[in-house]
């Protein structure tokens, strides 16, 4: 298992319903895949938004986000962590 | 006060030192302009890093990273949150 960071694009005036509603199909099918989503971010004026997940590999991570709808390519591996 | 994510490019290959390293230059002078880095997340293979920060400004937040030596113009204000 490892953490993953997920970058979207265009998500130009998603709302917060939205993006709870986006969030909900990614955690309904996630155990499919042996990953958990722990937190979404938006930033809905450059329509970037981030995601927060484990799971055992990239692909995983975006076989979940394709099946919900909101594919991306952008998925990075975070091996390191500070705080 | 908000939230941010920013992103910064090209730190292939960097350490788990190295980053905290890099993080504990941003906390050293974070104070200044009111901001505060609570995360940050490497993938060194594809050279991303993410910051996870609060505070009052994008440009607060920019400022604080360009004096502590790793400049990024990606900032992103973190309106929506959903976990």
């Not at 990953?35 to 055992?56: E, I, Y």
Request: hydrophobic fraction near 40%.
């Amino acid at each position: 298992m490892a953490n993953f960071m997920d970058v979207h694009s265009g998500f130009f005036g998603v709302t917060a319903e939205q993006l709870r509603e986006a969030h909900e199909r990614d955690l309904a099918i996630e155990q499919d895949e042996g990953v958990h989503f722990t937190r979404a971010w938006l930033d809905p004026d450059s329509g970037k938004a981030f995601c927060l997940s484990s799971g055992p590999s990239r692909e995983s991570v975006m076989r979940i986000h394709e099946r919900a709808g909101h594919p991306t390519a952008e998925v990075y591996a975070l091996l390191i962590e500070v705080s």
